[in-house]
């Protein structure tokens, strides 16, 4: 495979943005290298952690005899969802490629504690929250743990894990929510600096930190701190190719090099980080950092059915004629994928609109024969399906707060996907029109400056909305204001309405958001 060859090679010359750098140079000093494999925010997308493990067993083929100390370490939502089975399969792998220790992301935490406890009994690697406030009767009391010290050949190397910050916007409204806390971005920047300077005074002057924190929080952490040498991290998406000054390469308030990682989302990538320290002084003097595509791997047959093994083994539909491919730009645009799927939860339950955020639509339908197991790979993040009211004042108001995605610095929490709507929103997030599209495919104009509170529609989305995710909606399910609550996702409803189809389906962008400038 020439493909993970060339990712320990230099891929970009340009003088900002390389695959390597050398920050000095001295033939005298005593050298560490340290090599370390990353991955980030595969949310429950089993055929690429399938790719990605295949993808793992030619990197330790052509590193076996590479003299360096070894990591696998993770930032977090590798798992997404509440389904336990998912949630086995995403330890599951992590244990098959190897992974020492992870920092907790939002995802894990989709389960309720006693759930996530147990999952992670055989996990042969650390879970890790430094910033998280947990009870000491909960079960995940003995489960996760705020850092640790790992030896490799004599070198010893603190390894320190933070969860999200938005933790709790960030998972649907569950025990897990009501009992774990977690401190504010603040705090935690006090209690890992206290960590990191115990930890030098025990001698240790490599630290390296999981970071389900995003982008943003993790260059402030890096010019805020002092000691941090590395940052593996997460939750942003951002894919973060080579070094880039000023980007993922940082200098500490004392001035010395912090390297930052992330590989992107949904296993779409994987990462190898390669460094050289000035053994004594603890400080990177060397730096080489590749991502690579999971594509190019085919997915390992024994993890595939380890998968069906735990998964179940997935069922036939139907065939899909034709499909648009994934979107460019996944929580910005308007997506045919996602459209299809609002449409069959629309017609499944035969309510008036459907809805759900660009986020939630990780994956994309491919021409030709389909099964279960291809609908998950779209919708993976097992959330419970909803029955509410809402009025046509908040169904405005939710739309146009999502459209504020087109202004934040990480397109979050994405536009609204709907079924029964259609919509009108400029580049700048300003929504221009909305309309309501009934049963018979009827147009009716929304009066977005002054919706008709008496007017109320029959919506479904899943609970993570209804239960405030996003701030999208007030939260639903607490307050009472729901009719039913289903204990399966998207994709039971999705799979339910493509085997109904008498013909291959034809998925297509039908206008039914137009983005203008």
Same mark, same amino acid.
């Given at each position: 495979?020439?493909?993970?060859?060339?990712?320990?090679?230099? #891929?970009?010359?340009?003088?900002?943005?390389?695959?390597?750098?050398?920050?000095?140079?001295?033939?005298?000093?005593?050298?560490?290298?340290?090599?370390?494999?990353? =991955?980030?925010?595969?949310?429950?997308?089993?055929?690429?952690?399938?790719?990605?493990?295949?993808?793992?067993?030619?990197?330790?083929?052509?590193?076996?005899?590479?003299?360096?100390?070894?990591?696998?370490?993770?930032?977090?939502?590798?798992?997404?969802?509440?389904?336990?089975?998912?949630?086995?399969?995403?330890?599951?792998?992590?244990?098959?490629?190897?992974?020492?220790?992870? !920092?907790?992301?939002?995802?894990?935490?989709? !389960?309720?504690?006693?759930?996530?406890?147990? @999952?992670?009994?055989?996990?042969?690697?650390?879970?890790?929250?430094?910033?998280? %406030?947990?009870? #000491?009767?909960?079960?995940?009391?003995?489960?996760?743990?705020?850092?640790?010290?790992?030896?490799? +050949?004599?070198?010893?190397?603190?390894?320190?894990?933070?969860?999200?910050?938005?933790?709790?916007?960030?998972?649907?409204?569950?025990?897990?929510?009501? #009992?774990?806390?977690?401190?504010?971005?603040?705090?935690?920047?006090?209690?890992?600096?206290?960590?990191?300077?115990?930890?030098?005074?025990?001698?240790?002057?490599?630290?390296?930190?999981?970071?389900?924190?995003?982008?943003?929080?993790?260059?402030?952490?890096?010019?805020?701190?002092?000691?941090?040498?590395?940052?593996?991290?997460?939750?942003?998406?951002?894919?973060?190719?080579?070094?880039?000054?000023?980007?993922?390469?940082?200098?500490?308030?004392?001035?010395?090099?912090?390297?930052?990682? #992330?590989?992107?989302?949904?296993?779409?990538?994987?990462?190898?980080?390669?460094?050289?320290?000035?053994?004594?002084?603890?400080?990177?003097?060397? @730096?080489?950092?590749?991502?690579?595509?999971?594509?190019?791997?085919? /997915?390992? /047959?024994?993890?595939?059915?380890?998968?069906?093994?735990?998964?179940?083994?997935?069922?036939?539909?139907?065939?899909?004629?034709?499909?648009?491919?994934?979107?460019? +730009?996944?929580?910005?645009?308007?997506?045919?994928?996602?459209?299809?799927?609002?449409?069959?939860?629309?017609?499944?339950?035969?309510?008036?609109?459907?809805?759900?955020?660009?986020?939630?639509?990780?994956?994309?339908?491919?021409?030709?024969?389909?099964?279960?197991?291809?609908?998950?790979?779209?919708?993976?993040?097992?959330?419970?399906?909803?029955?509410?009211?809402?009025?046509?004042?908040? =169904?405005?108001?939710?739309?146009? %707060?999502?459209?504020?995605?087109?202004?934040?610095?990480?397109?979050?929490?994405?536009?609204?996907?709907?079924?029964?709507?259609?919509?009108?929103?400029?580049?700048?997030?300003?929504?221009?029109?909305?309309?309501?599209?009934?049963?018979?495919?009827?147009?009716?104009?929304?009066?977005?400056?002054?919706?008709?509170?008496?007017?109320?529609?029959?919506?479904?989305?899943?609970?993570?909305?209804?239960?405030?995710?996003?701030?999208?909606?007030?939260?639903?399910?607490?307050?009472?204001?729901?009719?039913?609550?289903?204990?399966?996702?998207?994709?039971?409803?999705?799979?339910?309405?493509?085997?109904?189809?008498?013909?291959?389906?034809?998925?297509?962008?039908?206008? /039914?958001?137009?983005?203008?400038?």
């Amino acid at each position: 495979m020439n493909l993970l060859v060339n990712t320990f090679q230099i #891929q970009n010359s340009l003088p900002s943005r390389r695959a390597n750098l050398t920050f000095q140079k001295n033939d005298n000093v005593k050298t560490v290298d340290t090599d370390i494999f990353y =991955i980030n925010d595969i949310h429950g997308r089993i055929g690429n952690m399938a790719r990605i493990y295949t993808a793992k067993q030619h990197y330790d083929y052509l590193n076996k005899d590479v003299n360096a100390d070894k990591f696998v370490l993770s930032a977090g939502d590798i798992s997404a969802g509440a389904d336990l089975n998912l949630v086995k399969a995403a330890n599951t792998y992590m244990n098959g490629v190897g992974v020492e220790a992870t !920092a907790d992301g939002n995802h894990e935490y989709d !389960a309720n504690p006693p759930e996530i406890a147990k @999952a992670k009994e055989n996990a042969k690697f650390k879970s890790l929250g430094l910033n998280l %406030k947990i009870p #000491q009767d909960n079960p995940l009391n003995s489960v996760i743990e705020k850092s640790f010290v790992a030896d490799k +050949n004599g070198h010893k190397y603190a390894i320190i894990g933070l969860a999200p910050p938005d933790l709790h916007e960030r998972i649907r409204d569950n025990d897990s929510r009501k #009992q774990i806390g977690v401190d504010n971005f603040d705090d935690t920047l006090k209690e890992l600096q206290n960590a990191v300077n115990e930890y030098k005074k025990q001698g240790i002057n490599k630290i390296i930190l999981l970071s389900h924190c995003g982008l943003t929080k993790d260059q402030q952490i890096a010019k805020e701190t002092d000691g941090i040498d590395i940052i593996i991290g997460g939750h942003t998406h951002d894919l973060l190719k080579g070094i880039e000054v000023g980007k993922n390469l940082l200098y500490s308030k004392s001035n010395e090099p912090v390297i930052i990682t #992330q590989a992107g989302k949904d296993g779409e990538y994987f990462g190898n980080l390669k460094v050289t320290w000035d053994d004594e002084k603890g400080i990177i003097i060397k @730096a080489q950092n590749n991502v690579t595509p999971s594509v190019g791997f085919k /997915r390992n /047959r024994v993890l595939k059915g380890v998968f069906d093994q735990i998964l179940g083994k997935p069922e036939q539909l139907g065939e899909i004629k034709s499909a648009p491919g994934p979107s460019k +730009n996944r929580l910005l645009d308007p997506n045919p994928n996602a459209f299809f799927i609002m449409d069959a939860v629309r017609k499944e339950f035969d309510v008036d609109i459907a809805l759900t955020n660009a986020g939630n639509v990780r994956g994309f339908f491919e021409a030709g024969p389909i099964d279960s197991r291809g609908v998950f790979e779209v919708v993976p993040l097992k959330n419970n399906m909803v029955k509410l009211k809402l009025t046509e004042p908040e =169904i405005v108001d939710a739309i146009k %707060k999502s459209a504020k995605s087109f202004t934040d610095p990480g397109s979050k929490p994405g536009i609204m996907m709907p079924s029964g709507l259609k919509y009108t929103v400029t580049k700048q997030g300003e929504i221009k029109s909305i309309s309501y599209i009934d049963k018979n495919n009827n147009e009716t104009s929304i009066d977005i400056n002054n919706p008709n509170p008496n007017k109320v529609y029959s919506v479904a989305m899943d609970d993570f909305m209804a239960s405030g995710g996003d701030s999208i909606f007030e939260n639903k399910i607490e307050s009472g204001k729901v009719d039913e609550v289903f204990d399966f996702d998207k994709d039971k409803l999705t799979c339910d309405f493509i085997k109904k189809q008498t013909a291959p389906v034809e998925i297509k962008d039908d206008g /039914r958001i137009t983005i203008i400038d």
